[in-house]
């Protein structure tokens, strides 16, 4: 099945909207590493109604109005995967969670590991808040939009100030 685009742009960047049918696909990044994310056959949409409410509450999002999304999504990926991508929709606005916590919350406390890898191949960043997980430690951990691009989006949640340049 093809999938339909639109690009919006952000505090982070430009970001590629992609529906599947009436269901949000993915959010890309602007620097997306290749492969990260399989779409098969794009074409733009800009009128695309799913993507046009992802725009609006991701806009709501970012202007400090919006905490939780109300959209349909559809994971592809492993069942492994959409266990994790699950695991993260539960991680509350302002909050984080290691890799661990994740790994135990699916009741696979050994496949920290794993968990980490799914959480790099999250096709529906932001609003599947993979930059909600970070390491055991408290550090800022790998992420496919970029470490200034996560510490922003937790600086935006925890309502701290903050100036990067993207």
């Known amino acids: 099945m093809s999938c339909a685009f639109t690009l919006m742009q952000s505090p982070v960047g430009t970001l590629t909207l992609v529906a599947r049918g009436e269901r949000l696909a993915a959010v890309l990044w602007e620097h997306e590493r290749e492969n990260r994310v399989r779409l098969g056959d794009l074409h733009r949409d800009d009128r695309h109604g799913v993507l046009r409410e992802t725009a609006r509450q991701l806009g709501e999002y970012f202007a400090g109005q919006r905490q939780r999304f109300e959209l349909e999504l559809d994971f592809a990926g ?3 995967q959409r266990e994790v991508w699950a695991a993260l929709l539960t991680i509350p606005f302002g909050q984080t969670r290691s890799y661990g916590d994740i790994a135990r919350q699916i009741g696979k406390p050994d496949a920290v590991r794993a968990v980490g890898a799914a959480n790099g191949r999250n096709p529906i960043s932001i609003i599947a808040p993979c930059h909600r997980v970070i390491g055991a430690s408290g550090s800022l951990t ?3 939009g970029g470490l200034p ?18």
């Open 142 to 144: 790998g992420f496919a």
């Open 149 to 166: 691009a996560k510490q922003f989006l937790l600086a935006l949640e925890g309502r701290q100030s903050l100036a990067l340049d993207f």
């Open 78 to 80: 492993t069942e492994f």
